[in-house]
């Protein structure tokens, strides 16, 4: 995504292929002419869906000198080089031993570039000393590689583009089926089980008891099928996620593929943070997002963890895009949406409530907006998502 003040993203979605399906073949990545001495690794495109990897790794060795910062000592100075890296930090190898949470100082032997970061997991310890050792940027560093076209999520403002729409299926009449125990179905169901039970009593005289006694379960068993209401069974039973409305899950592809997202799929720190306004976390999120009718939002999680974000406006599916992680997310009232301090160019209005989503807890610039104008659906970047108020939030 080019920096842009803002962007529109298109409104449709398809039948896409699952972001667990990648390509077999290795992909080489490009340096910048000034780093062009750089040995390149190829590797495959790997999406990494949780942990502190929030964008893209690209496996790519690029020499660096690294300072060890200690407090009130004269940094200690040697020379590694990258195993892998990404827009967030990168897995070093290092000749000298560090601690975790320790302050490293990174200079691209290269480009001259410098950043802080710190160390955060060890990989492998080296015998004579040192090891492979995971860091994490300070911030959030596009360009400090060099990568000359960087993957897509390496852009602070970056937000899945919504996938090109699929066509419902048509179901000729003849063919659709209703739902057992509702409505005139039910009332069949009890009809064909008392004329059951009548032949058995009829018969009963004639019959063994073990077979009256094993008949009369079976008939039992039968009857509390048929008098329960739809339950969550009912539901996977049709491919239906709990917690998903029926009519908004027709709409969505790929829908028996995910599960509805809960509290516990979410950060515990943006939850609590959450829960500072009074809301509480959900896959499910109600709202006015066009401001004409309340429709709903969804955060789906696939068999492979990754998440997807689903938006619902005017009787429609408005906007269905995979994001790798999803800390939070939240609906904003519209007369709140207004008031947010941008990143960049202050984005066009909204036609109703906006749908805030948190890639990463302890990163105030990682919250992304979602909103509704005309036929788009429009992103922008708030300053500090944590600024954001909600009010009585999006709640009739």
Known sequence: MPPTKW???A???????SPSSTESNPTPYVIEDNASSSTLVTGKEERVLGGWRRSERLRIEIPVDVYVCGENEEPIFGQGKT??????????ALPMSVDIGQTLRLVHRQTKREIECHVLR???????????????????SQHFWGIASPPADWDPNWVPNALPQRPEPKVPPAQQISVPGTGKSRQANLGAIAATVK????????LNWRMVVLAASVVSLTLWIAMRGPSDADSAATGVPAGVVPEDARRIPRIERTRLATASD????????????????SGKIPGFYSNTKKSNAYILVGKAHERRVVIFADGGLRYNAEYPVIALAACVPME?????????ATPP??????????????????GVMLFLRGSQVVSASPVDYREIKFGQGCQP
């Open 336 to 344: 709140l949406v207004h008031k947010i301090s941008w990143a960049e």
């Open 199 to 206: 032949r058995i009593l009829k018969n009963s005289r004639i």
């Open 122 to 140: 060890f990989v492998k310890r080296y015998p004579e000393g040192g090891g492979e050792v995971g860091v994490e940027f300070a911030g959030v």
């Open 266 to 281: 979410f950060d515990p720190d943006a939850i609590s943070w959450l829960r500072g306004s009074d809301l509480q976390a």
């Open 349 to 366: 209005e909204s036609d109703g409530d906006g749908l805030l989503i948190v890639r990463a807890a302890d990163a105030p610039a990682s």
């Open 7 to 9: 962007q529109e993203l």
């Open 11 to 17: 409104s449709v979605v398809e039948n896409a292929r």
């Open 83 to 92: 195993v892998d890296v990404s827009a967030h930090g990168a897995l070093l």
